[in-house]
């Protein structure tokens, strides 16, 4: 399936939406670094956004230093940043209330 | 606790015993990459490496892009390679059958 990728402005307009993520990769990816109490609650949020990842089947590229996880995201089939990644980056942030 | 570094001796010989392993950063962690069917396997996996993590309080660091998972083992409390990393990494091993 092809992605479009999202324009310049539509990048700046849509991240302007997004708190805590930032353009990465030259504006082909967003990122955003979370930290929690412990190991335990990172692998919880972890494992929910693995549930989000797996219905939309659009997956981040993601790591974890104990209560640290970065998560990156990214289009391969758009070869950039697509609505796709918007959409989830506000998922993930659903989560966290 | 302090936990004490591998000698350079020590760090060959036990690593010999790990398939798949190999030294990063100047020989003071370990790190291995492995690759699974897919995003849902290799979730599942880290899923039962955290239990591990949690269980031992021995956390890895360590990323995931959709089937694959790259694992680096080290030990803060000992600024380098300790025994717990290569049990640690015995235990990861030993999921995978």
Known sequence: MTVEQLTEEERG????????????????????????A??????????????????????????NVYNRVEITLTTHDASGLSLRDVKMARKIDALLG
């Open 13 to 36: 307009s849509w991240l302007r939406g997004l708190t805590g993520w930032s353009l990465a990769r030259d504006g082909k990816a967003i990122v955003r670094s979370f930290e929690f």
């Open 38 to 63: 412990d190991f335990s609650e990172a692998f919880a949020f972890m494992t929910r956004v693995a549930m989000i990842a797996e219905t939309r089947d659009h997956h981040p590229e993601w790591s």
